[in-house]
């Protein structure tokens, strides 16, 4: 079952696990279950979702139940006008708080702008060697996208050589091979935390939040982070 986070009768948004798809894809014919039809079939109604997040990031994700309504809030999302914070682990020690302003290239060459604000929540220390260094350091962040190009926070954090921890694509190989040799892990550590909107149709303004999941929780843990 798919944990919802928020229902009426025009909107619904669920916590997706990391690794589940939105919908079928072309580029990942491996997978069976997709989030739109586990839903559907879960609530037995026809949705429709208003925004992505990636395979491999888990949180929030909203589906509308009518068109007009899924026209109208992704429009907001496309401009910008709904509000987004995601959790992520990284690695090393971030600033307190940055702003990336560092446009990002669409497949096709065009080049986007894109900004992300984030702040650093907690800094943990693992008594593992890395390279040069005695010990492993991570950060736990929030981060606030303005814009929503593909991959935005995996680039950005790459950019400023803080990457997501569980990042095959834009990520650290010999961190990801450690948490996986070490800690039997494989996810991303980028979670979808929290969504705030102005309603479509009543206009009221909606606040969501979605707990991390338990890999997620797992890894904060085994940190000694606390949120």
């Avoid at 009768?9 to 997978?31: M, T």
């Amino acid at each position: 079952m798919l944990p919802i986070i928020y229902q009426d009768e025009h909107l619904i948004a669920i916590n997706k696990p990391h690794g589940l798809l939105v919908h079928r894809s072309k580029i990942a014919n491996d997978a069976t279950e997709f989030a739109l039809q586990l839903l559907r079939d879960q609530i037995g109604q026809h949705v429709s979702p208003v925004h992505r997040i990636d395979r491999k990031t888990g949180g929030l994700l909203l589906f509308a139940f009518e068109k007009d309504v899924e026209i109208a809030m992704q429009k907001q999302f496309q401009e910008g006008l709904v509000h987004k914070k995601y959790l992520a682990i990284v690695r090393g020690y971030t600033p307190d708080q940055l702003d990336i302003d560092y446009p990002l290239v669409k497949d096709n060459g065009t080049l986007q702008d894109a900004f992300t604000s984030f702040l650093t929540l907690q800094r943990a220390e693992i008594n593992v060697p890395h390279g040069k260094h005695a010990t492993s350091r991570y950060s736990l962040v929030e981060a606030t996208p303005t814009t929503g190009r593909m991959h935005q926070l995996r680039k950005h954090f790459a950019h400023i050589f803080h990457p997501i921890i569980g990042d095959r694509k834009h990520g650290c190989n010999k961190q990801n091979k450690f948490f996986t040799e070490k800690f039997d892990m494989s996810t991303m550590l980028l979670h979808a935390s929290a969504l705030k909107f102005n309603h479509p149709i009543t206009g009221q303004s909606i606040s969501m939040e979605a707990p991390v999941q338990d890999e997620f929780k797992r890894m904060l843990q085994l940190m000694e982070i606390i949120i």
